[in-house]
């Protein structure tokens, strides 16, 4: 039971390889450790997996490096790499996403198929469907028209895995929405909120609020994402969504509940690439055996608390070091 884990020191990534190594697979991880935020963070998510025998983890750029080695096996793929974010997007940004999303994932469809490794299960993102005219937004039906450039690099990973698709590589594309809990990467809002709440600087709140999305947790993410590797059929892509659409003002106001205060927060005015709304139709995904167990409130939860003893951890190590 081999799999190549794409990403694996990242948010997602580190997740999935724990709960692949828990369910007795043999894990390949690939990062490139990208500075889009600390290393350290990323080292830190990989801590679990030290010594673990099941475990190795490699260190490449996939739009770079030689890849035929790494799927010399034929493992399973799943590919979760990529330069995230919407706003880094915009502007001179642009080249970074071409590099680590389009190009990376190019070459690796071409080298999975070169080697006939069997599926690739990639990440894509709700960012494709950008503001939809009606929701929730349905695979197959709801039309791609991604807002922000970051959006159109997965919209095209998802048009080159239909490419090599048609050449042999079964592939299934992972459309992710909002990603939340433990581990969750530094720019996203509700990390943001967490640390406003645990004496981090301010939360700035761009727009009026009342933006909402589907908010997913990572324990869910990752169910969803062992399903659709190990399925025997899969469709070419699944919106994997939480089910609890929530606004950035009811996240707010969950998390001042559950802090026992009010988080400070400043106002911003709305980013370009900021959709209004995200909504999923999972029945595809539920067709696979899956459903959302995590609700928002604990959900976020478990952010709080994660960070909460991250931030303890480290004003200790702090102190200790004084
Ligand atoms: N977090 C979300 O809410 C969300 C939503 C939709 C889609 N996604 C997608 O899910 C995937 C994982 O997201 P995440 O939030 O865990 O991000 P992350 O930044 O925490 O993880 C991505 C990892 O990929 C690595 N990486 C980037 N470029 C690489 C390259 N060229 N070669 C090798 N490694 C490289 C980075 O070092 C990082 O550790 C991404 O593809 C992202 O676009 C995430």
């Known amino acids: 039971m081999d799999v190549l884990v794409t990403g694996c020191a990242g948010f997602i990534g580190s997740h999935l390889s724990e709960r692949l190594i828990a369910d007795g697979w043999h894990v390949r991880g690939v990062d490139a450790f990208t500075d889009y935020y600390p290393e350290a963070d990323k080292r830190e998510n990989l801590r679990a997996l030290e010594g ?3 475990f190795s983890l490699t260190v490449a750029d996939l739009a770079e490096a030689r890849l035929d080695d790494l799927l010399a096996d034929r493992p399973l793929i799943i590919h979760l790499a990529a330069q995230p974010g919407v706003r880094g997007s915009f502007g001179d940004g642009f080249g970074r996403y071409l590099h680590d999303n389009v190009r990376a994932t190019q070459r690796l469809l071409e080298a999975a198929r070169d080697a006939g490794c069997r599926r690739v299960v990639y990440a894509s993102s709700s960012s494709v469907y950008g503001d939809a005219e009606t929701y929730p937004t349905l695979e197959g039906v709801t039309p791609r028209s991604p807002r922000s450039p970051y959006g159109v690099t997965k919209a095209t990973c998802e048009d080159l895995a239909a490419i090599y698709a048609g ?3 079964e592939t299934t594309g992972l459309r992710y929405f ?12 509700m990390r943001r909120l967490c640390e406003a709440a645990t004496g981090g600087p301010a939360f700035r709140l761009l727009g009026d609020g009342l933006q909402s999305r589907d908010f997913t947790h990572v324990s869910d993410v ?6 659709a590797a190990t399925a025997p059929a899969v469709p070419p892509v699944l919106n994997i969504g939480g089910g609890e659409e929530a606004t950035m003002l009811e996240v707010i106001s969950t998390l001042d509940e559950l802090n026992g205060a009010p988080i400070p927060v400043l106002r911003g005015d709305v ?4 959709v209004r709304r995200t909504g999923a139709d999972t029945t595809l995904m539920r067709g696979l055996g899956w459903a959302p167990r995590t609700s928002l409130r604990a959900g976020l939860a478990s952010e709080l608390a994660w960070v909460a003893r991250r931030n303890a951890n480290r004003g200790l190590a702090l102190a200790a070091s004084r």
């Open 178 to 189: 909002t990603v939340y809990g433990p581990r969750q990467r530094p720019d996203m809002a």
């Open 167 to 169: 050449m042999g590589v």
């Open 271 to 274: 980013q370009p690439g900021d």
């Open 52 to 54: 673990e025998a099941r």
């Open 222 to 227: 990752v169910e969803a994402t062992i399903l």
